[in-house]
């Protein structure tokens, strides 16, 4: 079975922390994806990178930046935590015929 | 601009009861369109896709969606809800799964079910 990874399930940072969210796909899929849940706005999403090196803003790029130094690994990188950042993050790669999400890492920045 | 739009933000059922979740898209194009679930505290689970072909498309746990063109319409149904279906549902539309475009979600609607 595939398997997206992200490093921690729950995460509490502080406000003007640097803090670095980890995906980790297991099936050599080229595109990746970082999305940001909150109640009532459904998934939004912040980045994505269809290549090792290249990425492309989604909707809500404000406060965020992105890695891909590997295939198989996408970061996220909130540089400057902020309070309005606390949300759920999802992971997710594309294979063939859907995407495939990780189990999402709860973020409460304090 | 494409977008989902799910009219129902929760929907409360009985437990045995028929079940239908509203989508509505706009797309410029063929789309490709797609039905998750999210149970509390996990990521999203892929439900059933449509592409192309017969516009009823059946998926997992019993679950079934119909493709209607004319209504920009991919609603989910079950004829029968259990318990365990108790979770948050996801609408989305995409040009593909392999293209560099995303998939653009709905916001969502919570099912809730109760005996």
């Known amino acids: 079975d595939v398997k997206v990874t992200q490093s921690s399930r729950y995460l509490v940072k502080r406000t003007g922390e640097k803090v670095f969210l980890e995906c980790v796909q297991d099936?050599?899929?080229?595109?990746m994806f970082w999305y940001r849940q909150d109640p009532g706005l459904g998934l939004r999403l912040i980045y994505f990178s269809y290549d090792v090196k290249m990425k492309e803003k989604g909707d809500i790029p404000e406060g965020y930046s992105v890695s891909r130094e590997k295939k198989e690994r996408f970061s996220l990188i909130l540089e400057s935590a902020s309070t309005n950042q606390t949300s759920m993050y999802l992971c997710?790669?594309?294979?063939?015929?859907?995407?495939?999400f990780g189990s999402g890492t709860q973020l409460s920045v304090l | 601009a494409q977008s989902v739009t799910q009219p129902d933000i929760h929907i409360t059922v009985s437990e045995g009861a028929s079940l239908e979740l509203r989508c509505n898209y706009s797309?410029?194009?063929?789309?490709?369109l797609f039905w998750y679930v999210q149970s509390p505290g996990q990521g999203l689970q892929l439900l059933l896709k449509?592409?192309?072909?017969?516009?009823l498309v059946q998926g997992i746990k019993g679950f079934e969606a119909e493709f209607k063109r004319s209504q920009s319409s991919f609603n989910l149904r079950k004829p029968s809800v259990h318990w365990s279906d108790a979770a948050e549902y996801f609408c989305a539309v995409g040009p593909s799964t392999a293209g560099n475009t995303p998939l653009v979600f709905g916001k969502g609607t919570r099912l809730s079910v109760i005996a």
């Open positions: 797309y410029g194009a063929t789309p490709y």
């Open positions: 449509y592409f192309s072909g017969d516009t």
């Open positions: 997710a790669s594309t294979g063939r015929e859907k995407l495939f």
């Open positions: 099936m050599d899929h080229e595109n």
